[in-house]
C-alpha cells in the first residue's frame, strides 16, 4: 500500500481542567502524571510503527481519531448529572482487519443533589483520566463504505472524587486508580479513501482492588483519519 517513515515524533497531552485550577495544585499531580509518560509512550509507539513501515511491511497503515461524549440527565435545576470526555486514538493496522489502539482519554463529571429547599446543595465532581491498549477487529475491508468493529483490551484508570457542600469547602472523597479491563464496539462510515465518521460504545471497570466493582461506559462521536 505505501511505507510509512518516521523520524521524529513527541507528544504531550496535558491532564488539567478548569475545575483543578480553582482547587489549586493538591491532588492534581496524580492527575498529571499519566500525562507526563503519555506522550514517550505515543513516541515509542510511533518509532516502532515507522520502523516495520519502512521495512517488510510495507501494506501496514496508521489512524488516527478523535471522539468525544456528553451526557446530561435532569430532575430539575438542583438536581442533575452532567458529564464530558475527549479521547484521542492512534490504531495501528498490522493486518487490514486487526489493529493495536493506543487511547488517552480525559472526562469530568458532575452530580448536583439538592434534598429539600431548605438544604444546601451537595456537588460531587469526578476527574478522570483513562489510558488504554486494545486489540481491535473490523468485520469490513477498508473500501466498504460500512465498517463495524468490535474491540477487547485494557486500560488504566485514574479518578480525583471531590465533594463540595454549597457555601463551604470542597474536600476529596476519594482517588482510586489502577488497571482495568476494557471493551467496546462501534461503526466507522467511510467518507473517502483517509476519513471516516465514527460512533461507537465503550466500558470498562472501577479498579479491581475497589470493595464494589463497577461498569461505566460511553457512547462516542467523532472523526478518524487513515495515513
Not at 460500512?146 to 454549597?166: C, D, M, N, T
Not at 474536600?171 to 467518507?191: F, Y
Request: one cysteine or more; proline letters at 4%; glycine letters at 10%.
Amino acid at each position: 500500500m505505501f511505507t510509512l517513515k518516521v523520524f521524529s515524533i513527541c507528544a504531550v497531552l496535558p491532564v488539567s481542567t478548569g475545575r483543578q485550577a480553582e482547587l489549586g495544585t493538591a491532588g492534581t499531580n496524580d492527575l498529571r502524571q499519566p500525562g507526563r509518560w503519555l506522550g514517550k509512550f505515543f513516541c515509542l509507539l510511533l518509532t516502532t510503527i515507522g520502523l516495520l513501515g519502512s521495512s517488510q511491511f510495507s501494506w501496514a497503515i496508521v489512524e488516527l481519531g478523535a471522539t468525544g461524549n456528553y451526557r446530561k440527565s435532569v430532575i430539575d435545576k438542583h438536581n442533575f448529572q452532567e458529564s464530558t470526555s475527549y479521547t484521542a486514538s492512534l490504531s495501528y493496522y498490522f493486518w487490514e482487519l486487526s489493529a493495536l489502539e493506543l487511547s488517552y482519554t480525559n472526562g469530568l463529571s458532575k452530580v448536583v443533589i439538592k434534598a429539600s429547599a431548605s438544604e444546601p446543595k451537595n456537588i460531587t465532581t469526578t476527574d478522570f483520566t483513562l489510558v488504554g491498549l486494545d486489540l481491535v477487529f473490523t468485520f469490513a475491508g477498508r473500501d466498504s463504505p460500512l465498517q463495524p468493529y468490535v474491540k477487547l483490551g485494557s486500560a488504566y484508570i485514574e479518578k480525583e472524587i471531590l465533594r463540595e457542600i454549597e457555601g463551604g469547602a470542597t474536600t476529596r472523597i476519594g482517588n482510586p486508580k489502577g488497571t482495568v479491563p476494557s471493551a467496546g464496539l462501534g461503526v466507522k462510515l467511510r467518507v473517502d479513501n483517509s476519513i471516516s465518521i465514527k460512533f461507537g460504545l465503550d466500558a470498562w471497570t472501577s479498579p479491581l482492588s475497589a470493595d464494589t466493582v463497577t461498569i461505566d461506559y460511553a457512547g462516542r462521536a467523532g472523526i478518524s483519519w487513515i495515513f
